[in-house]
């Protein structure tokens, strides 16, 4: 029998395809959140969480400092269309707790401890931890790897995560990198931890050109790569950098190649996925802006800003990249109406980076193509039915 939830997000779903799929979503396009529903904060916007992490379906959001009314971490859904409601979920968990990424499989909490999404989203506060593991700590994250060594009865489930030492007050958030890659076994019930390399400091040969300190660090989607600012590097200055990872799980060694240098200090750079063999792109935000980077040679490496439709757009915090290529993130904004007269909101904007005229001019004239033209609407629906699949959650 389908629960409640289940049987709301089943009518939700239930707008038809066909033809309508294949029109692009809007550029940019903004859902506010309702104070009522999420309280507000001291100017009296609804509340937005201190850091937003976003499925790879664009489907919930799992936010941080939620606010009063939804807790120290809460899940958000947004909907399919608009006009639907969000929903939203209170969770066990605690600041600054993060998913694993890619698959989203479990949700992170900052002493290690793994829930599973499904079960995040039936029981709410009264979930239970699948198993306990992987890099603790306020500052940490996670990707699932795709690598299929085999363990006694098939191939295990790969998580690798990164941490790095908490530090003091002045040096919180920053020092040297360490990451850990657990093979599981799990079997729907309690989860096993098969292997497990242990934490592993890295990039000790970078010492020489980029010291051992480093600061706002992020594990890529597949977990072969990382971004992060070395605070004293001998060779030129701070800079946000992409660095490889290896390739195996169990690599007992990281080359911490250098992949990237965005020339700049922005707030953490996060990953997309990687398509055909194409490097993943970033976004990343900036004095309250967002700005996303396609890091292939024909683009140059040029940042482009998403477009403000909206007045006065200030992203809270880093934003995410769907699985199809949307970026999210959350903000404030005004609505103005025809009289000047202009409304505070607050919410999540949802931007298709190939919509964005910018850079669709600069790829122009470098006589390169787009990946491609748009998101479409079904490209958006394909990655919600995928990922509810996956999950064994209702579409």
């Known amino acids: 029998m389908l629960s409640m939830w289940a049987c709301f997000n089943l009518a939700a779903s239930a707008a038809p395809g066909g033809a309508a799929d294949s029109v692009c979503i809007d550029a940019v396009s903004y859902w506010p959140l309702d104070a009522s529903q999420v309280g507000q904060d001291s100017q009296g916007v609804p509340a937005l969480g201190t850091y937003e992490r976003v499925s790879p379906d664009g489907r919930f959001v799992l936010r941080s400092f939620s606010g009063r009314k939804l807790g120290e971490v809460a ?45 995040m989203l039936q029981l709410q506060l009264a979930a239970q931890p699948a198993f306990k593991g992987g890099m603790s700590g306020f500052y940490a994250a996670a990707s699932e790897l795709k690598s299929q060594i085999p363990g006694s009865d098939g191939p295990l489930i790969w998580i690798r995560s990164m941490s790095w030492p908490q530090g003091g007050r002045q040096g919180q958030g920053t020092g040297p990198l360490q990451v850990r890659t657990l093979g599981l076994r799990d079997s729907g019930g309690q989860v096993e931890v098969v292997r497990d390399t242990g934490a592993q400091f890295i990039c000790g040969a970078r010492n020489v050109s980029d010291g051992n300190v480093y600061t706002l660090p992020m594990i890529s989607v597949d977990g072969l790569e990382f971004s992060a600012i070395p605070i004293s590097p001998a060779q030129g200055a701070p800079s946000m950098r992409v660095y490889g990872l290896g390739g195996q799980a169990l690599a007992t060694q990281h080359p911490c190649d250098l992949r990237a240098d965005l020339q700049a200090t922005p707030g953490k750079a996060v990953f997309g996925f990687s398509e055909s063999g194409r490097p993943a792109m970033l976004a990343y935000t900036h004095n309250g802006s967002v700005y996303f980077v396609d890091r292939r040679d024909e683009a140059k490496g040029q940042a482009f800003q998403v477009e403000d439709l909206k007045t006065r757009v200030l992203a809270s915090a880093f934003p995410g990249i769907t699985a199809d290529g949307r970026i999210v993130f959350g903000a404030t904004w005004q609505t103005c109406g025809p009289e000047g007269a202009c409304k505070v909101q607050a919410g999540y904007v949802v931007a298709d980076p190939f919509q964005n005229r910018d850079y669709r001019q600069h790829m122009a004239s470098q006589g390169a193509g787009l990946p491609r033209a748009c998101v479409t609407r079904g490209d958006v629906r394909k990655a919600r039915s995928d990922f509810a699949a996956q999950h064994g959650i209702p579409p």
């Open 75 to 119: 899940l958000i859904e947004l909907p399919l269309e608009q006009h639907q409601p969000m929903r939203f979920y209170k969770t066990p968990l605690r600041n600054e707790a993060f998913p694993v990424q890619g698959s989203w499989r479990y949700l992170v909490d900052v002493d290690g401890r793994h829930f599973r999404l499904a079960e």
